[in-house]
T-cell receptor, first 114, second 111 residues
Framework: GDSVTQMEGPVTLSEEAFLTINCTYTATGYPSLFWYVQYPGEGLQLLLK?????DKGSNKGFEATYRKETTSFHLEKGSVQVSDSAVYFCALSARRGGADGLTFGKGTHLIIQP | DAGITQSPRHKVTETGTPVTLRCHQT?????MYWYRQDPGHGLRLIHYSYGVKDTDKGEVSDGYSVSRSKTEDFLLTLESATSSQTSVYFC??????????FGPGTRLTVT
């Protein structure tokens, strides 16, 4: 079946550091890929997405490129801020009889220290 | 923000009692989903709906049922709650069937 693997953390960085959160997937066909962010006590917010190979999703300084050859969708940001502290989820969406439930990784807890 | 509300936001109930969680949307999106979030598991799909009265099972559907009698409402029912169903439940909606927008969650504790 479909699966998503990501580093669980916690990942602790200093403010202005470069961020990479690795995400790899297993799926049949050509899934769409997503990154969601969850701030403490809140629901999930869509951060970015990519729907086909070599697409780059970007939002709020975050980027991720859909790499079919390595089945990866790593999240990057050039300079993190304390406000980026949250849990980040990688997810995929593969067609399922007309409705696409998401398959999630377990989440990566990111802590940014001032 | 997408118009999704969940009720109740918090609930404590006893083992063996029935519980119904409600998801309400104002976006007129076709697809609606219920997920549960547990430490070490991320989010897992319970049930989903692709239209009024059209529903199907997800990865962890045992012990849960759903109903969708109107486009805007998707109900999740635990017929007889167990401690293993203590979790945070999220509803999501999607127009295209790709990805989705999530509600604020319901924290359910079964004692």
């Amino acid at each position: 079946g479909d699966s998503v693997t990501q580093m669980e953390g916690p990942v602790t960085l200093s403010e202005e550091a470069f961020l990479t959160i690795n995400c790899t997937y297993t799926a049949t066909g050509y899934p769409s890929l997503f990154w969601y962010v969850q701030y403490p006590g809140e629901g999930l917010q869509l951060l970015l997405k990519a729907t086909k190979a070599d697409d780059k999703g970007s939002n709020k300084g975050f980027e991720a490129t859909y790499r079919k050859e390595t089945t990866s969708f790593h999240l990057e940001k050039g300079s993190v801020q304390v406000s980026d502290s949250a849990v980040y989820f990688c997810a995929l969406s593969a067609r399922r009889g007309g409705a696409d439930g998401l398959t999630f990784g377990k989440g990566t807890h990111l802590i940014i220290q001032p | 923000d997408a118009g999704i509300t969940q009720s109740p936001r918090h609930k404590v109930t006893e083992t063996g009692t029935p519980v119904t969680l409600r998801c309400h949307q104002t976006e007129n999106h076709r697809y609606m989903y219920w997920y549960r979030q547990d430490p070490g598991h991320g989010l897992r799909l319970i049930h989903y709906s692709y239209g009024v009265k059209d529903t199907d099972k997800g990865e962890v559907s045992d012990g849960y049922s759903v109903s969708r009698s109107k486009t805007e409402d998707f109900l999740l029912t635990l017929e007889s709650a167990t401690s293993s169903q203590t979790s945070v439940y999220f509803c999501a909606i999607s127009e295209s069937g790709q990805g989705g927008y999530f509600g604020p969650g319901t924290r359910l504790t079964v004692t």
